[in-house]
């Protein structure tokens, strides 16, 4: 709890979402996939910063910022370890962990290359089959994608 | 950790009748088309289908099925319009499955369909205004042929509960293992798994005996089925192996040879989804073990069966 006061105040956040503890190596999909490389609020990255759980994190600050779940979640996708926290008037006000949703839309490509929404124009739809370990299972070819080899579109 | 589920209420599918996979059939369902299958033999020539237009669009061709279906649906009294391979059709020319499948279901009451890609018939249903029953999708499903198993084991066997199913072969990737392990999870099965090391039954299939109860165990040499009721062989094919020398390791020992079966239980029978290659020895075909043949026959009857659920025109079964 001290660490994360510490570095909350780094850059001290008003309002917004602060998303923490994010595999270094999986900062900028965590970008892409919430769209942030294209939001007028301000943004705060920072990686590499050390970490007493994981060694190296990654860390991101969008000022005045709420994400509704269903957005916000699909990042434990990607990350499932990451932490949310919901700051306002510079204090805490929320902390969440990621829960991911029963079914993925559009976001996940199948990663097999038989699979009809890899050669037809067809949205890809996974139901989520393990939620602590990040299994999920193509709604087409039934092909069941572990997290190590999710591919984000 | 669910990887593996049953239908036990009915799916998207089940509201527009289609079949895509085996597990979109609850067990009630299943028996219920098993029952219908045996009237079916009893008396295959009725008039069910009358006015009933029915498209076999073939986007991959396989005789062998289609003729299957085809005669199943002239059985029944209905007309066929579709093609058996798609080379000569818009899709070749870049047609979307989208559009050739909206189209088709202008015109026709139900479609069968068989795709090279996996997933196609799932989508094909959820596109189509008519039902879809799935005549294969690449290396993923192929339902009927589930439904032709069951119905074969259960005419040879008198029922399906509490059996001992042995399955040899192409574990690994062979499909209609897989959907007959599914399909028999509903009756108290336990299973012997032959097997190859490259072509083992995946974890996901053990895991869900596992969490069902389902006992079983793996071997890797072909023997020791003295406890089987059912063996079901399959085709260990060469294209499945990285290294050409285990193929040829393999190949012959997983040759079932008629002097194999002395010792068996009376009611053991033979099957295989065919075609088989050299999986069953010539010398077994006269053993009255031997039920591959029947098997294929019965092909005819469970689609028939099949087919009238998916138009619910069952009432009227003589
Ligand atoms: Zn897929």
Known sequence: MADSKKELVVVALENGTVIDHIPTDKLFQVVSLLKLDSIDSQLTIGNNLYSSKQGKKGILKITDKFFEPKEINKIALIAPCAKLNIIKNYEVVDKKPLELPDEITEIVKCVNPKCVTNNEPVKTRFHVVDKNNVAIKCCYCERIIQQEDIKIQ | ?????????????????????????????????????????????????????????????????????????????????????????????GETLKDTI????????????RHPLDGAARYASEVSAVPVINAGDGSNQHPTQTMLDLYSIKKT??????????????????????????????????????????????????????????????????TDFADADILYMTRVQRERFLDLMEYEKVKNVYTLKNKMLDGTKPNLRVLHPLPRVNEIDTDVDDNEKAYYFQQARNGVYARQAVICDALNVQDKIN
């Open chain 2, 157 to 222: 066997q008198g029922t399906l509960e509490n059996l001992h199913i042995t399955m040899v072969g192409d574990l690994k990737y062979g499909r209609t293992v897989h959907s007959l392990l599914m399909a028999m999870s509903h009756f108290n099965p336990s299973f012997t798994f032959i097997a190859p090391d490259e072509l083992r039954l995946p974890d996901e299939y053990k895991q869900f005996c596992f969490e069902n109860g389902i006992k079983y165990r793996e071997l890797s040499e072909l």
């Open chain 2, 1 to 93: 950790m669910v990887f593996l589920q049953r239908n036990k209420k009915p799916s998207g599918a089940m509201k527009t009748r289609s079949l895509v996979s085996i597990t979109d059939y609850t067990k009630e369902k299943i028996l219920h088309i098993l029952d219908l299958a045996s009237q079916f033999e009893k008396n295959p020539n009725q008039d069910l289908l009358k006015g009933k237009i029915i498209a076999t669009l073939f986007f991959e061709p396989s005789t062998r099925t289609r003729l299957s279906f085809e005669t199943a649906v002239n059985r029944l009294g209905g007309r066929i319009i579709g093609f058996s391979d798609a080379s000569t059709t818009s899709s070749s020319k």
């Open chain 2, 102 to 113: 909206t189209m088709v279901s202008n015109y026709a009451d139900l479609i069968i369909m």
